[in-house]
Structures are given as C-alpha cells and as structure tokens.
C-alpha cells in the first residue's frame, strides 16, 4: 500500500471509514479490508463502534501492520476529558497503542494549547504514536501549530470533486501535514455524475474509482467507506491507471458546485 510521508511518520494512502457501520457487520468489514490490503482504519468516539473496529482489527491477525486512527469528540476537549475518553477508546478498541489520535472538530470554548498539551500527555505515556486534527481551518491549523511542540500529522477535512479546498489544502501541506480526505466519494454521490463516468469508462474505472484516483494523485490520503465487500475491493483498485492532466483539470472544475456534505451546529467558519 502507498503511503504520504507527514514529519516521517508514514500513512497508508487508503484507509477504511467506518462511520454508520456497526456490530457484527462493522467487525467483519475491517477483518475483511485487512485482507484484502487495507492497512489504516478510520474511527471515532462519535461512531460508537470503537469495540467491533478493535474487534475486526485483532481477528485479522495482522494488527502490527495497521494504522488504527481515532478521534476525540469535540465534547471532549477540557484536558481531563481528553484522558478519560483516550482511556475508554483503548479499553473499546482493546489494541496496545492508538496508533492516530485526532481532534475530532475544534471546540472554541476549550483553549487549544490545553486540549493539545492532554493530547501530548497521551503520547508520552504511549497510550497515543502520533497526533493530528479534522476540520480545521487555515487559521485553526496556524493556531495548532503555535499551541503544541509535538508534530502534527495530519488534517482530516472533507474533500472530494465537488468541493473546492484549495487553501485549506495549501495550508496543510505547507505545514508538512497530509490531508485526509473524508467522504471522498462524495458519499456515493460521485457516481452518476457525469464527467466522472465518462472519464472512468475511458479507463475501465467506476466513477468512484476515478473520485479516489483523483485525490491519491494530489498525495491525498483517502477514507471511503462501505458497507459491502465488493466496494471494498473496487476502492483499493485505483493504482493501475493514472489520470492525465487535462482529466485532473476537467475533475477539479467540478468544485464550482461548492457541494459541502458535513456542516454541523459546530463547525467552524471554512475557508
Ligand atoms: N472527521 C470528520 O468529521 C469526518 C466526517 C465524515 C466522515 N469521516 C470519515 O470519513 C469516512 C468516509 O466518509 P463518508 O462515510 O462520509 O462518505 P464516503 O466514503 O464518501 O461515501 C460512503 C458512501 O458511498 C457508498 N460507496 C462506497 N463505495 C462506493 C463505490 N465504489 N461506488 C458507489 N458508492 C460507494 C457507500 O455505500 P455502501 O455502503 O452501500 O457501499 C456509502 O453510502 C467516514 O466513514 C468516516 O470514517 C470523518
């Protein structure tokens, strides 16, 4: 699996999301990804499937090559609920380390500096390898990085064709971060359109396929998820063709849509 290098901590380019999924399907989900090369896993305390993940994760037999990534809920954020939520995500998971732990949304009525300085806690103490943040802004990310001394890795935003994330992906990188994309696909809502069909029929790829193909070409690392094995098959088969040029070009003209799925009561004011 091709990873992006983020302050030489190395991060498997495809990685399972596992929001919605649960019990005994969400623990054979993970299993199965495994198998079939999946070597990163996507949760959070907010998908209340931590257990079933540790579970698909552990009965794969191949938990040491894995990078099992989870996110501290914004509700989370006062320092002592950072340790007492990392305590219960490792007791749920059940695995030795977490391998990514990330601040789930940016919480304004927690100052970062103390959120962050529980987080680095956790990582001395190696309940935690490495840290990171999802949906921060340009000036969030600025924020962050003046807050802490330990290295973050990455920002996991939403990203996908039909969102225009030019400065906030600008902004990561230039912080030697990598951008996590989530809902890659668009939710599913990559297929049918019709730019993306056209352009997978030339390849021999599902419109999804070419969503996928279109973000790991930036050096994008990307988290599709599904609730079928077929899919979970189809999303890793992206590294056999290569988009040219002029198609990424026509791909990130389809942002002037400014389709944004995840804007929630606490989101903060995007780029
Ligand atoms: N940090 C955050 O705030 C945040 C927010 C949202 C999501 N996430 C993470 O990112 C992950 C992915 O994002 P997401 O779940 O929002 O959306 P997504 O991965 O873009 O899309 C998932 C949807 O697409 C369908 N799908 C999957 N593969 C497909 C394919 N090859 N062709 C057609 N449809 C396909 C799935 O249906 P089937 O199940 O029927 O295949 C599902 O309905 C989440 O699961 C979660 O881990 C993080």
Redesign the pocket.
Known sequence: MQTVEAKGFMIPII???????RGRDCARLVEQAIHLGYRHI???QM?ANEAEVGEGVRNSGRRSDVMVTT?VAHTNMAPQDVERSVKESLRKLRIDEIDLL?I??PNERIPLAETLGAMAKMKQVGYVKQLGV??FTVKLLDEAVKATDEPLVCN???Y?PFLDQTKVVAATKAHGMAVVA??????????GNEVLERIGRAHGK????VSLRWLVQQDIVV??????RE?LE??VAIFDFALSPAEMAEIAALSAAQKR??NLAWSPEWD
């Not at 599902?206 to 396929?209: L, R």
């Not at 988290?223 to 079928?228: D, G, L, N, V």
């Open positions: 990685g399972l999301g596992t929001w919605e999924l996507d949760t959070a998908y996110k990330i789930h949304w999802s949906n996991q935003i939403e996908h989530y809902s890659p696909i668009a939710r599913g809502s990559a297929s599902s419109a999804a396929q988290i599709p998820r599904t609730s079928k899919r189809e999303n799925i995840v």
